[in-house]
């Protein structure tokens, strides 16, 4: 009998290796674990990178910087309000339900209640359906980035989470920073289930047998993610062989990783600009704009790109990054001590004053050195800071309440487009809207905003750059916030572990694809 067993069991053995099935495992290193599994309680690079996971969204990106169909199989343009896409047909949800039309309307109409989304989708007018496998978005104006906003719909599985919970609520609750039933359970379709979560331990994530898409390399059947903020501690911990892929990359490690026959290193010019809030609402001397450029000058960004990112960052002076349409080649940092003092003395702050500053220290690389690195520049200018850093968990719902006279944030526009750092970052804000949701400066500029919703609908390109490039240089003059740098990005792994085939610029590695020797 056991020799019948173990010749069954080499045979199955052989059987599955023969069809290159062989379960593999990836264990991998963040620096922070997603806040929660609702993909609409909170925009960001690390929800979308769990909705990649977890869900599939219509179209994604590709590293050509197209688009690649993933739900819709096709898509056409009726008319300049209207694109048709066709749905594939045959995908299951991970609770077994099928898959239609009907559950991307279900999300789109979540989206549009989602304080963080439905912003971007104001220029929507409608999603209809027109049959189990075929839907129309729908505009109010010609607009130019219907297939951009694609990329931002994850359809969720309806039935799902119809319904109410063991609390008696309503299981489509969205509400942040909350215990819905949202937030700690999900039914998607993508190649990954959650299998076990501890909030800043650890996921277990396991692989969608009936996942739709056959055709893809993956043969990735569990992740494991573990948090580790601390950057000597996951780079350690890749060297180790105690994990498999890590992310991001300090920049003071970057030379010891690449000089390492065991890994492999990864590295990509990054389009994320990270910048420094003003609130004029708590703060009445951030209402004049001379302590804000005066607080632009007293900080050098250049010198925090050499000395605390090792160069590996680009100094910024603007929201948009070389390559975007908004982009302004003129604008430069503006780093100039002297002028710094001589505009407090203009603004009548000559003595200074306090204020008090929060960021976060697991988010965005270097983040804690480099609000230290702030808060002693801001000195200079008799502006005494009180800083306090906290983990990303702890630091959204800190910077959602506004709750200090400075915050930083990091934005990449998902859209590849100049107006979504506007539209989050410097418009008005409005929670009817969702303009402004991350403008915790609390700026307001009316010409600003007339201009972005201008730019929705307009479709020659040429006059759309003018525009955005307007935007920009009035955000400039006006030193709406202090721009610092835009961050590149690092991925490292041990060898054998394919992952340059499956990370992007947008930096949402597409795992479902990640092929392991």
Same mark, same amino acid.
């Not at 169909?69 to 609770?95: I, N, P």
């Not at 400039?476 to 990370?503: C, M, N, S, T, Y």
């Given at each position: 009998?056991?020799?019948?067993?173990?010749?069954?069991?080499?045979?199955?053995?052989?059987?599955?290796?023969?069809?290159?099935?062989?379960?593999?495992?990836?264990?991998?290193?963040?620096?922070?674990?997603?806040?929660?599994?609702?993909?609409?309680?909170?925009?960001?690079?690390?929800?979308?990178?769990?909705?990649?996971?977890?869900?599939?969204?219509?179209?994604?990106?590709?590293?050509?910087?197209?688009?690649?169909?993933?739900?819709?199989?096709?898509?056409?343009?009726?008319?300049?309000?209207?694109?048709?896409?066709?749905?594939?047909?045959?995908?299951?949800?991970?609770?077994?339900?099928?898959?239609?039309?009907?559950?991307?309307?279900?999300?789109?109409?979540?989206?549009?209640?989602?304080?963080?989304?439905?912003?971007?989708?104001?220029?929507?007018?409608?999603?209809?359906?027109?049959?189990?496998?075929?839907?129309?978005?729908?505009?109010?104006?010609?607009?130019?980035?219907?297939?951009?906003?694609?990329?931002?719909?994850?359809?969720?599985?309806?039935?799902?989470?119809?319904?109410?919970?063991?609390?008696?609520?309503?299981?489509?609750?969205?509400?942040?920073?909350?215990?819905?039933?949202?937030?700690?359970?999900?039914?998607?379709?993508?190649?990954?289930?959650?299998?076990?979560?501890?909030?800043?331990?650890?996921?277990?994530?396991?692989?969608?047998?009936?996942?739709?898409?056959?055709?893809?390399?993956?043969?990735?059947?569990?992740?494991?993610?573990?948090?580790?903020?601390?950057?000597?501690?996951?780079?350690?911990?890749?060297?180790?062989?105690?994990?498999?892929?890590?992310?991001?990359?300090?920049?003071?490690?970057?030379?010891?990783? !690449?000089? /390492?026959? +065991? %890994? =492999? *290193?990864? @590295? #990509?010019?990054?389009?994320?600009?990270?910048?420094?809030?003003?609130?004029?609402?708590?703060?009445?001397?951030?209402?004049?704009?001379?302590?804000?450029?005066?607080?632009?000058?007293?900080?050098?960004?250049?010198?925090?790109?050499?000395?605390?990112?090792?160069?590996?960052?680009?100094?910024?002076?603007?929201?948009?990054?070389?390559?975007?349409?908004?982009?302004?080649?003129?604008?430069?940092?503006?780093?100039?001590?002297?002028?710094?003092?001589?505009?407090?003395?203009?603004?009548?702050?000559?003595?200074?004053?306090?204020?008090?500053?929060?960021?976060?220290?697991?988010?965005?690389?270097?983040?804690?050195?480099?609000?230290?690195?702030?808060?002693?520049?801001?000195? !200079?200018? /008799?502006? +005494? %800071? =009180? *800083?306090? @850093? #906290?983990?990303?968990?702890?630091?959204?719902?800190?910077?959602?309440?506004?709750?200090?006279?400075?915050?930083?944030?990091?934005?990449?526009?998902?859209?590849?487009?100049?107006?979504?750092?506007?539209?989050?970052?410097?418009?008005?804000?409005?929670?009817?809207?969702?303009?402004?949701?991350?403008?915790?400066?609390?700026?307001?500029?009316?010409?600003?905003?007339?201009?972005?919703?201008?730019?929705?609908?307009?479709?020659?390109?040429?006059?759309?750059?003018?525009?955005?490039?307007?935007?920009?240089?009035?955000?400039?003059?006006?030193?709406?916030?202090?721009?610092?740098?835009?961050?590149?990005?690092?991925?490292?792994?041990?060898?054998?572990?394919?992952?340059?085939?499956?990370? /992007?610029?947008?930096?949402?590695?597409?795992?479902?694809?990640?092929?392991?020797?």
């Amino acid at each position: 009998m056991k020799k019948t067993l173990m010749l069954t069991a080499a045979v199955l053995l052989g059987f599955s290796l023969s069809l290159g099935v062989a379960a593999k495992t990836l264990r991998l290193a963040y620096d922070a674990d997603p806040v929660s599994l609702d993909p609409h309680e909170q925009l960001s690079g690390g929800m979308l990178q769990l909705s990649h996971m977890i869900f599939d969204p219509l179209i994604r990106w590709n590293k050509e910087s197209q688009f690649d169909g993933r739900l819709a199989s096709s898509w056409e343009r009726l008319d300049e309000y209207t694109v048709r896409f066709k749905l594939r047909e045959g995908v299951k949800f991970h609770s077994g339900n099928d898959f239609t039309a009907k559950d991307v309307a279900w999300t789109f109409d979540r989206i549009k209640t989602s304080p963080d989304f439905k912003g971007l989708f104001q220029p929507f007018k409608e999603l209809k359906v027109v049959d189990d496998y075929t839907i129309d978005l729908v505009t109010d104006k010609p607009y130019p980035l219907v297939l951009h906003m694609a990329t931002y719909i994850f359809p969720m599985d309806s039935a799902f989470y119809t319904g109410t919970d063991t609390k008696g609520l309503a299981k489509d609750m969205l509400k942040k920073h909350a215990d819905t039933f949202a937030s700690v359970n999900a039914s998607g379709t993508g190649p990954y289930t959650v299998a076990e979560r501890q909030q800043g331990v650890r996921v277990d994530f396991k692989r969608f047998a009936d996942y739709w898409d056959k055709k893809s390399p993956g043969n990735v059947d569990e992740i494991v993610l573990t948090p580790i903020k601390e950057a000597p501690t996951r780079v350690a911990a890749l060297l180790s062989g105690d994990v498999d892929f890590i992310a991001p990359v300090p920049p003071t490690d970057l030379d010891r990783i !690449r000089n /390492n026959v +065991k %890994v =492999d *290193l990864i @590295t #990509m010019s990054g389009t994320r600009i990270i910048t420094l809030q003003l609130n004029q609402d708590r703060r009445p001397e951030f209402k004049d704009p001379r302590v804000r450029l005066a607080i632009v000058n007293a900080i050098n960004n250049e010198g925090i790109v050499k000395k605390i990112m090792k160069g590996f960052a680009t100094p910024a002076a603007q929201q948009s990054p070389k390559g975007y349409a908004g982009h302004v080649a003129s604008l430069k940092p503006r780093y100039d001590l002297n002028k710094a003092q001589q505009l407090m003395k203009d603004a009548g702050y000559e003595k200074g004053f306090s204020v008090t500053m929060m960021a976060p220290n697991n988010r965005y690389v270097n983040d804690d050195d480099i609000a230290q690195a702030v808060t002693s520049m801001l000195s !200079r200018i /008799n502006i +005494k %800071v =009180d *800083l306090k @850093t #906290m983990p990303k968990a702890q630091y959204w719902p800190m910077y959602d309440e506004r709750a200090a006279d400075i915050m930083m944030i990091g934005w990449h526009a998902d859209t590849e487009d100049s107006a979504n750092f506007t539209e989050f970052l410097a418009m008005c804000p409005d929670k009817e809207t969702g303009y402004g949701q991350y403008n915790s400066g609390n700026y307001c500029n009316k010409e600003v905003d007339k201009l972005v919703i201008a730019t929705q609908g307009e479709t020659d390109a040429a006059k759309r750059a003018e525009m955005l490039q307007k935007i920009e240089q009035i955000l400039h003059d006006d030193a709406a916030f202090v721009p610092l740098h835009w961050q590149d990005l690092a991925w490292a792994a041990r060898k054998g572990v394919h992952v340059e085939e499956i990370v /992007n610029v947008m930096n949402f590695p597409y795992l479902g694809d990640l092929v392991i020797d």
